[in-house]
């Protein structure tokens, strides 16, 4: 059973892998290279390790697993925050948070979850009726904003409801998303 250091952020939960043992070492590719006076660690997902610190603001607990991901959809990407800002909506218009980056990795724990036979998960929630809310930034602009994507070119009513409700019914590619799709509803 491997340990993991659990860490919040604004959108969801993440994990590291830790290790305070000797033995939780092994495999790790460390194994004689941190000492045991080094211990307790985590490994940073990148070739890397920290020594472990559990007054960091961040931090939340240490949970044990043997999952290939350790925390479950619901708390890496939170569903329905109140102050959604990027991430996945689904076709019943629940919004999936998830940072700037993290759209692929929401899209796998999505798609692995309501299209478990998906080869391709983005693809596969957008044939779906998904919607992909990115950053809009293009290095020009003096602010961030939000983008509101997808392939089909057509939103559900409950979407159309809840961009209304994120403030986004005024962007312009959600104004037409929402012509085109209002024929369906």
Known sequence: MK??????SETGQYYYQYADT??????????DIITEEQLPVVFDGRGGYFAF????KKFVEIIESDEEVPL???????V????FKLGWMSPEGDTYSCSYTNHTKC???LAKKFYPRAKFPELALDRAGWLKIIDSWDGSERRHGQFVYTERGRVTKKQADRLFDLG???NEEVRELIRTSEDDW
């Open 168 to 170: 986004l019914y005024d």
């Open 80 to 83: 329905n925050q109140p102050e």
């Open 22 to 31: 000797i033995e939780l070492l092994e495999g790790t590719g460390f194994e």
């Open 3 to 8: 340990k993991y250091a659990v860490y919040g």
């Open 107 to 109: 899209a796998k724990m």
């Open 53 to 56: 610190d559990p007054d960091d």
């Open 72 to 78: 479950p959809l619901e708390r890496m990407f939170y």
